[in-house]
């Protein structure tokens, strides 16, 4: 009976699938994988990540409020072993199969580097790796290690860590006041992130602070859109288009020679916040699922 109760609440935190939103993921893995080929003029693609931490910042925050709102607790335990057993047995699985692979072909002399980075990212911890032994996103030495992509993955659980403690500060407070906190932590996530490109890009390209304000422009749409008297007041599907504009414009504007994440960074997230708020608002919206879904 337990196993049955435990099941029925696990059912109350799921969200409702939405097409559209595995339609933006598919975008954002297009673009990077694209930007990794080499594709011409899509060296921007790398826009794709920061699409991923606007989603998860809607998902999230979406199912840690709704498993509030239905059982008025959060269980935290549970929370972080979903999410391992989500993540972890695909990353351990892609660790070993690489490692092997590099044992097999790479230089000996790349063994240990590769293995430092393989030890960080199955730790969750490779952006903070990558930043200590000062490996650059953008240079061609740092291309070639076989674990760079597993920043994201680093950025994403450190996130993980974080939120659910926030939310549960912010919960029990008025709806108005969770935005404005919410808005707040937006606001200054991103000057730090300003800042840091000035000063050091690596930081600001590595680091979670400096991101976190695109996981927490997922989690305004997602109280936005949750909210009824809010929810009527918004466009339905104007801003898909300007949105989706926003994301591949700056796929495509930003080079080799562009600082990021700066101001421009700002396009693919507030691009993929519009679509969101468009698939938050109207999920079953046939323009939003024929482009997306």
């Known amino acids: 009976s337990e196993k049955i109760q435990e099941g029925r609440a696990l059912k109350t935190t799921e969200l409702r699938y939405i097409p559209g939103i595995q339609g933006l993921r598919a975008i954002a893995v297009l673009l990077v994988l694209a930007a990794h080929a080499g ?3 899509l060296h921007g693609g790398l826009v794709g990540v920061d699409m991923f931490f606007v989603i998860s910042g809607y998902l999230i925050t979406g199912l840690l409020v709704t498993e509030l709102e239905s059982q008025g607790k959060l269980g935290l335990a549970q929370f972080y072993a979903r999410r391992l057993k989500r993540l972890l047995p695909a990353l351990l699985f892609m660790l070993g199969v690489t ?3 590099i044992a097999a072909f790479a230089p000996l002399h790349e063994h240990p580097a590769q293995a430092s980075s393989a030890a960080s990212a199955a730790l969750w911890v490779s952006n903070i790796y990558f ?19 597993t920043w994201s993955l680093g950025v994403e659980e450190q996130f993980y860590l974080l939120w659910p403690l926030l939310i549960l500060l912010i919960y ?9 906190v919410l808005l707040f932590i ?26 976190i304000w695109q996981f927490s422009a997922g989690a305004i749409v997602w109280l936005l859109a949750s909210r009824p008297t809010v929810r009527a007041q918004l466009p339905t599907n104007a801003l898909l ?6 994301i591949f414009g700056a796929a495509f504007w930003i080079d080799e020679t562009t600082r990021y994440p700066d101001w421009i960074s700002l396009l693919p997230t507030l691009g993929t916040a ?4 468009v698939l938050g608002r109207q999920p079953e919206s046939k323009a939003a699922n024929t482009l997306l879904g």
Do not use: D, V
């Open 39 to 41: 594709a011409p003029h």
């Open 99 to 101: 490692s092997l692979a």
């Open 131 to 149: 930043i200590l032994t000062e490996q650059s996103y953008f240079e061609s030495t740092s291309l070639a290690n076989a674990f760079l992509h």
């Open 172 to 180: 029990k407070t008025t709806a108005s006041l969770r935005l404005a």
């Open 186 to 211: 937006a606001s200054a996530s991103f000057i730090l992130c300003i800042w840091l490109a000035q000063k050091s890009p690596t930081l600001a390209f590595y680091l979670m602070p400096s991101r």
């Open 241 to 246: 288009l300007p949105g989706l504009l926003a």
């Open 274 to 277: 519009a679509c969101l708020m």
